[in-house]
């Protein structure tokens, strides 16, 4: 993986994911069409598109998720949504490689807020892919860990796990269960690494990583994170379970960062 990341400036500052480096070979061509779809799509009111998940890192198996963060000139409208809904299907039908495609749409002036700078600014910095467009990664300099870029990176994860509780509880097919727990799973692990992420002065990709290092700190959250491997690993868990999994531990990620942030501010 070191040799992603281009040398990084200063000790203590992070890394970028080194543009140069060309992705997978089973997805340049997926990635390519969906980003013609997607430029056709909403023309001129697109500014860029990026990609971030295990795509990005050049670390993804037989399969991926496709997370696309498509920044716009403006906010889109009902119609513009519906339209990439379906683009969203067209994707995921058009190639094996292709497990979900995710699209997150931010408006430009959201992106280079002040305000913003933690959140969006790390995001396109150190952990996505200019695709298309003008690279906005180059407005910002190279960042370090910090317990701001901690919380910013996870505010919405409360409700994240509502819009994911109510699609597990609702699920009829299996198939839609398991995507909801899965996403689930990988968010709440991902938060929990936020947790201990400026401390240990890192910041992971990798989901194993990222529960390792968590637990060096929160041995006692040994049950919980196995179990949230068991829904990323998409076996069959009943309803009640997964439910009860996302409210408890979710909950206490949540709790853990009011704490912190508290004893720190």
């Keep these: 993986m070191i040799g992603l990341y281009k040398v990084k400036p200063r000790s203590g500052l992070l890394a970028e994911i080194d543009r140069k480096t060309p992705l997978q070979t089973d997805y340049v061509e997926p990635i390519a069409a969906a980003v013609r779809q997607i430029g056709g799509l909403l023309g001129h009111t697109l500014h860029s598109i990026y990609i971030s998940g295990d795509v990005a890192q050049r670390c993804a198996g037989s399969s991926a998720d496709f997370e696309f963060t498509l920044v716009t000139s403006r906010a889109l409208n ?32 959201d992106v280079t807020a002040l305000v913003n700078i933690f959140k969006w600014g790390f995001f396109l910095k150190h952990c996505a892919l200019c695709m298309s467009g003008d690279n906005l990664a180059d407005s910002f300099g190279h960042f370090e860990v910090s317990w701001e870029v901690s919380k910013a990176m996870n505010d919405d994860l409360a409700g994240k796990l509502k819009d994911l509780r109510q699609k597990v509880a609702v699920a009829t097919k299996w198939g839609s269960q398991l995507d909801a727990a899965e996403e689930a799973a990988k968010r ?17 990709h990798d989901l194993q990583i990222c529960a390792d290092v968590f637990l060096v700190s929160y041995p006692e959250k040994n049950v919980e994170i196995e179990r949230l491997f068991y829904l990323i690993q998409r076996k069959p868990v009943k309803k009640r379970a997964v439910v009860a999994l996302m409210d408890d531990f979710g909950q206490w990620v949540l709790s853990e960062y009011a704490r912190i942030d508290r004893k720190i501010g």
Excluded: H, M
């Excluded at 009902?78 to 067209?90: K, P």
């Excluded at 692990?189 to 002065?201: C, D, H, R």
């Design 78 to 109: 009902v119609q513009e949504y519906t339209s990439l809904n379906t683009i969203r299907w067209r994707i995921e039908q058009s190639s094996d490689v292709v497990k979900r495609v995710e699209f997150d749409v931010v408006p430009l002036k």
């Design 188 to 204: 709440l692990i991902k938060a929990a690494f936020g947790l201990v992420a400026s401390k240990e002065g890192r910041w992971e």
